[in-house]
C-alpha cells in the first residue's frame, strides 16, 4: 500500500493561528485525491491518535475542485510559548507523510 508521500503532489503545515494547525494536502490528479478522501489514516480518529488531540476537535476539509484535503487541529502547546518547538508549525506534516493511503 502507497504512502502518502508517494501519491501526493505536495503536503504542507502552517500555523491557522496560535492555537490551530492546518495540514494542506495537495494531490494534483482525481485518483489521488480520492485515495486520500478515502484513507482511514487521514480519518479524524487516526489523526488525532498520532497527534495526541481530541477527534472531536479534527476538522477536515474537501475541496474537489482544487483536489486538496486540509487537516485542522488544535495545537497541544500554544504558538510561542516556551515548550512550543516548531513555532511556525512547518514541521508538523512529516509524520503523515508515512500514512498508508489505498
Request: proline fraction near 8%.
Amino acid at each position: 500500500m502507497p504512502a502518502l508521500k508517494d501519491i501526493a503532489q505536495y503536503v504542507r503545515s502552517k500555523n491557522a493561528g496560535p492555537f490551530w494547525v492546518t495540514i494542506d494536502i495537495f494531490c494534483g490528479e482525481a485518483d489521488a485525491y480520492a485515495r486520500v478522501c478515502n484513507a482511514a489514516s487521514l480519518s479524524p480518529d487516526a489523526v488525532a491518535t498520532l497527534y495526541g488531540v481530541d477527534p472531536d476537535t479534527i476538522h477536515v476539509f474537501q475541496d474537489e475542485p482544487l483536489k486538496v484535503v486540509k487537516i485542522s487541529f488544535p495545537r497541544r502547546v500554544i504558538q510561542g510559548s516556551p515548550r512550543d518547538s516548531d513555532s511556525h508549525a512547518g514541521q508538523y506534516f512529516v509524520p503523515l507523510l508515512q500514512a498508508h493511503v489505498a
